[in-house]
């Protein structure tokens, strides 16, 4: 070894130990001043407690804004976060050390949700809350979902120095979300998030159809009503009895026969019942849906049309078809919870649902009316219209193979027909109106309202 050698090796041996220093400095300040006033409130180094992170459903993160703020104005205080778009991404441990980007306290940051069909709530979308919980400071960062960095559900990420505490405040939370839910009693729907897979939920009206709107064949409509919400109501009993609650109805037929106006009689009839309305690409939700209906007992879930995304996939077994079994089966048999799905397309389930018997204990035709159900349509829809008894039973009678929302039709087209020519709707606009829609030029439009003699005529035809 010469003289340059030992002259380099201890430059470099002392280098070393300086770059150490500057590490361990580093180290000691990486806590970023958001972490500085987090570690303030929990009496100890943030860096040194684990963060307890518990994923919510963004449907539910109104709830956990009800409970955390209900428990902030208790005393405690609320902190956003500045550091520019990065603080989106950054997990929490990230926001509270970081020797890159030194996030600070500021304002938080807000967002509109929906609480009722006509209310919303402007809740924390990320925000730090400083709490006490029996007695012990504890630090939760509130998080909405977003999509565009890959967050497909909310969160809170809690901070304590003691991990019972944590686990205690957890459970607690859990409930009393729950107790002050605005998804309890209510009808929602569950839709794909704007950019992803998550979802989000909406809130509808409770419809008002009454069964006197509903125009079925006798007992078709009571049965289902009776199956759907009479089995809550001997709650006490079936279960004494060792009876499961949970229940599965299928409503199937051709298009345009009632069946989606069957379902809102249905919601309507069962106030305070929590409904998840899914629908097209929402079905995918089915999972989230049947975990609303088990927190929210007594409750219905509705899966409108399930054939459609089933036919989408060209697949055999179809994937969504046993996912909905699957949430069938995943619910306790105690459980208040009424699945009600309707098909235009009974033949492509029922392969599925004979392989897996047991899940779908009611299954109801609603079938093309017959005879008297036709003149019931039409008197329903022409109830303030002056039409004839006779004209009504005449065009029942040339209306054979046609549906509800046929007679609806024909009546409407009655009324426009005749004010077309400044008339008051009669007898003769009605059987015009007819002629008009049975004429062959109208085939497709018949088709549209369901009528199955188009469709078969155009299968005569070889048209369709
Ligand atoms: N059985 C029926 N009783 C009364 N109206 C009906 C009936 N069937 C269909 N309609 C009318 O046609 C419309 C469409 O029916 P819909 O319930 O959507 O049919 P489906 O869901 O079976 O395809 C309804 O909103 C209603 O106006
Ligand atoms: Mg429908």
């Known amino acids: 070894m010469d003289e340059l050698d030992r002259d380099l090796m201890v430059a470099v041996a002392t280098y070393l130990r300086h770059a150490g220093a500057v590490a361990e400095q580093e180290t000691r300040d990486i806590r970023t001043p958001l972490g500085e006033r987090v570690s303030a409130h929990l009496g100890v180094d943030v860096t040194t407690v684990p963060v307890v992170s518990e994923p919510i459903p963004d449907h539910r993160l109104v709830d956990a804004d009800l409970v955390l703020e209900r428990w902030q104005e208790a005393g405690g205080s609320l902190i956003g976060i ?65 999509e565009r960095v890959g967050r497909e559900t909310a969160s809170v990420d809690v901070l304590g120095r003691d991990p019972e505490v944590v686990s205690g405040f957890l459970r607690r939370l859990r409930e009393e979300m729950v107790a002050v839910s605005v998804l309890r009693g209510q009808v929602i729907t569950l839709a794909h998030a704007e950019n992803g897979v998550g979802s989000r939920a909406g809130f509808l009206p409770r419809p008002r159809v009454h069964s006197a709107d509903v125009v079925l064949p006798d007992g078709v409509l009571a049965e289902i009503i009776a199956h759907a919400l009479g089995i809550g109501e001997h709650r006490a009993l079936l279960l004494g009895l060792g009876q499961h609650l949970k229940r599965g109805i299928l409503l199937y037929g051709p298009p345009g026969t009632g069946k989606t106006l069957t379902v809102r009689h249905l919601i309507a009839d069962a106030v305070g019942t929590t409904v998840v309305v899914l629908r097209g690409e929402g079905l995918g939700h089915v999972q989230q849906a049947a975990a609303i209906a088990r927190t929210f007992q007594p409750s219905i879930v509705v899966l409108e049309d399930i054939d459609l995304v089933a036919m989408e996939r060209h697949q055999y077994p179809q994937p969504l078809l046993f996912e909905v079994l699957d949430a069938l089966d995943g619910l306790d048999g105690d459980a208040d919870v009424a699945f009600v799905m309707t098909t235009n397309r009974v033949d492509v389930l029922e392969p599925a649902l004979a392989e897996r018997p047991g899940r779908v204990d009611l299954a109801m035709e609603l079938p093309l009316p017959a005879l008297p159900e036709r003149v019931r349509l039409l008197a329903l829809y022409a109830r303030n219209l002056a039409f004839s008894p006779e004209a009504l039973q005449r065009a029942a009678e040339r209306t054979a193979g046609t549906t509800g929302s046929f007679a609806k039709e024909l009546v409407r087209s009655s009324v426009l027909l005749a004010a077309g020519r400044a008339e008051e709707p009669a007898d003769e606009h009605l059987a015009a109106a007819l002629d008009e829609l049975l004429g062959s030029g109208r085939r497709l439009t018949r088709r549209m309202l369901g009528d199955e003699g188009a469709a078969a005529e155009d299968r005569a035809d070889g048209s369709a």
């Open 82 to 146: 500045r550091g520019g778009d990065y603080r989106m991404h950054a997990e929490t441990a990230e926001l509270l050390a970081n020797p890159h980007t030194r996030f600070a306290p500021g304002p938080a940051d807000y967002l509109e949700r929906p609480t009722g069909p006509d209310t919303t709530r402007r809740v924390v979308g990320l925000g730090v809350r400083l709490l006490v919980f029996d007695g012990v400071p504890v630090a939760v960062v509130q998080r909405a979902a977003y």
